[in-house]
């Protein structure tokens, strides 16, 4: 965009609209687009303003964003999105608003990785459960590690009732309980050698 008093574009509004963007001041972005600031500006790291609305799970300020044009796609230095990062945070209000945007879902961060990855490595029920719902994500994806969605929750998850939930929601919609990792070790093997035992089950279940 640029400055309509000048015809130039306006970096001051960038700087604004990335501040904004960061904490969530849906004042802010408004009058920063009015003034001119570009939609996809980057800060020193190339996160983008609605990459930074996600990080702090600032959802209206995200609808702002996206209503301008804003891509739920666009990447940093470390390769986060705005999309990869709900994921991260669990925020399902903000998966929600991105949606409209058509995040490209086979979009992967520095870990090759999916959003539905780290929700299941952190134990995000209500994540896991609203993006396998409402979106077609590859419940099967395997990252860079070897690891599955699957795999996440049983070897980086602690056992307790969060991932016992997101291990059911992953196997009820689709996820192969004996695709194994890299170095041929099954979920139910990494369950069994944890000493998670509803885990253990759920997976013998889905294997029977």
Same mark, same amino acid.
């Given at each position: 965009m640029t400055d309509p008093g000048t015809g130039t574009h306006a970096p001051a509004a960038d700087r604004l609209l990335l501040d904004a963007a960061r904490t969530g001041d849906v004042d802010g972005v408004r009058d920063a687009l009015?003034? !001119?600031?570009?939609?996809?500006?980057?800060?020193?790291?190339?996160?983008?303003? /609605? /990459? /930074?609305?996600?990080?702090?799970?600032?959802?209206?300020a995200a609808r702002l964003l996206v209503a301008a044009g804003a891509d739920p796609d666009a990447q940093d230095r470390r390769e986060d999105s705005a999309w990869l990062v709900t994921g991260v945070t669990g925020?399902?209000?903000?998966?929600?608003?991105?949606?409209?945007?058509?995040?490209?879902?086979?979009?992967?961060?520095?870990?090759? !990785?999916?959003?539905?990855?780290?929700?299941?490595?952190? !134990?995000?029920v209500g994540y896991v459960r609203a993006v396998l719902a409402?979106?077609?994500?590859?419940?099967?994806?395997?990252?860079?590690?070897?690891?599955?969605?699957?795999?996440?929750?049983?070897?980086? !998850?602690?056992?307790?009732?969060?991932?016992?939930?997101?291990?059911?929601?992953? /196997?009820?919609a689709?996820?192969?309980?004996?695709?194994?990792?890299?170095?041929?070790?099954t979920p139910l093997e990494h369950a069994e050698r944890r000493g998670f035992d509803v885990i253990t089950a759920l997976l013998r279940k889905a294997q029977a």
């Open positions: 009015r003034a !001119g600031a570009r939609v996809e500006a980057r800060d020193e790291e190339l996160r983008s303003p /609605l /990459l /930074l609305a996600s990080l702090g799970s600032h959802v209206e925020s399902v209000a903000m998966m929600r608003v991105l949606l409209p945007a058509h995040p490209d879902l086979t979009l992967t961060n520095r870990f090759g !990785g999916i959003s539905v990855i780290p929700a299941s490595e952190r !134990g995000h409402e979106t077609d994500i590859d419940v099967n994806h395997v990252n860079r590690l070897g690891w599955t969605a699957l795999l996440e929750a049983v070897i980086l !998850g602690d056992g307790g009732r969060p991932h016992q939930e997101v291990v059911e929601l992953l /196997l009820a689709g996820a192969v309980p004996d695709l194994a990792d890299q170095d041929g070790t």
